[in-house]
């Protein structure tokens, strides 16, 4: 007779195989932390003794679950922003905040938080996305739990890294240094086609291919990342990651909501795995995965929960639940997605989308001793009914909680016994929770009292043309100009032609400036629109100087980049009222006695405003500004413009007064 370190017996016993073999009673061998042999309780006790038996009483005992995407750190960040579009929730709060938090402290503190969490919902296996993922992969392995852990690779500077080269480096360190390890299986995460070059793209995949590890990342997750895709690449999310040789690693891909019959069949040929998460898809409203063709077509489609801060929890049951219940919806078709099914997503066919299908996933012999019991004996449990096979697994996928799960193993050694957590104290953890949750509290309050700081939170903004004299005057006829400007006392160094659609930002707060999203079209010599630019400036409120010859010195500003769409902006800067301008704009860079200036004549189209002459001078010094000051009343003139015209307002504050104004609010 054989003997065993454990043998489970008198146990519902679910394998989750590929035959979905049940035993009841049934009994499980386990030796040296795999399991040894599985099957009905009289043929195992016949063939193993054990040095511990324990009688599991009748209680379910299955493999545990596999939470297929997360973000475990994210606990910390938990309620922090909820009910926002997931560019303003991501770009807005998540990044701005993870800059200015997120350490190796948080790092691992967020991840006991999860661990306990996973271990008392029944997750013995997770595949985890995020910074300083060392931390992490030390921290789950001190708890002893399995995890496929992705050190992220994105284009902008991260929490622990500056540079995507030095993301790079780092994840190429993680693997080589984790590669081998029982529990932990390093992986590297290009973050998503939106936050990754092509550059990236390839560069992990060819590190994945490299050490022959995993590679995750987040692909298709909502309509807007697929019609960027579409306008900046002309193709579709999957193709266009294929052709930066994505699908040469072993992918794990989180979400793919928006994909079509074609892209299914290049994941399936491919061998990807597909992370399906039903929380983050429906508070976000990123839509509904193709789940059933998916599965139908025979993608190994895992469960996971998303990180915590999208979801909020890293509730397995209710995410199986969820993936069941959806399927039907969306199908209209109530046979979708039964019970078994939702529950081989969260075992098997999760641990195969992990890639870990040799590890773990069912109660197989030779897998690891990766299971779970659950405890079916209470009311919310009763009656239990024998007549049909599948009714077990109805039982757990629509009425059991998580809360039902009583003991945890992993890799044969115990994480939890009877509910009491064996390998970790969940005591110490609140208060530290609480601390974070204050110092994350008060930057983001500090943050959104100003335009400004919410403008530097989301990156790229500088402080430009601060000093500036700027004289502007109203003109009934723009022929004048557009012939002086040719005369030979002005040299002409470059001139350009735009249309220019400006919304403005107002905020209640009038010390908050006035936020500008601009969108150039640049008009090329032929009349057709060559190039595109957006453009963000925060204007001050005041402005820093006024000349007795009506010429200002302007306000401050501060450029950015328009990375993001107008929509974006309005969601996160929320302004009071907005006012939309579009002008026809010739630009010419000169030199007037000495002096270079900007002249720009506007046809302001919408409202109807006519015609406006500008010039514009940079400038260093009051001295230097009084006599510019000068040059454009000058120029102005000389241009044939009455400066009796002079306007001291800028358009924003015309259109406000002007009867069609276009103001919405
Ligand atoms: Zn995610």
Redesign the pocket.
Known sequence: MNIADILFTNAILLTMDNESHQYEPGALAVQAGNIMAVGAEAEVKAAFSAHETIDCGGKILMPGLVNA?T?VPMTLLRGLADDLRLDVWLMGYMMPVEREFVSPDFVRLGTRVAAAELIRSGVTCFAD?YYFEETVAQTVAEIGLRALCAQTVLKYPAPDAQSYEESLASAREFITRWKGHDLVIPSVAPHAPYTCTEEILRATAALAVEFDVPLHT?LAETTIEVEKSWREFDMSIIPYVKKQNLFDAKVLA?HCVHIDDGEIHTLVHHKAGVAHNPSSNLKLASGFAPVSKMLAEGLNVGIGT??PASNNDLDMFEEIRLAAFIAKIVTNDPTSLPAHTALEMATRLGANALHLGHLTGSLETGKSADLILVDLSTLHNSPRFRRDALGIYAQLVYAAKSSDVSDVMVNGKWLMRDRQLLTMNEQDLYAQVDDYARRIDIFLIQREKSVLSKLIAIGGAMEGESFEVQAKVRIADPEPVLKTVKEPEIEILHRRHYLEYDTYFLFEDPNQGTLRYREDEIIDESGKVSNIRDRLTLIGPAREHQFPSDVLLSRSRYLAEATHSHRFYREYFKPSGEVFIQKDRRRWRVLFQGTEFFINLDHVEKPDLGYFLEVKSRTWSRKDAEHKALTATMLIEFLGASTEERVQMDYLEIAEDHPTGGINT
Request: no cysteine; glycine share 14%; aromatic share 0%.
């Open positions: 995407h973000h996305m987040h989180a998303d990180g």
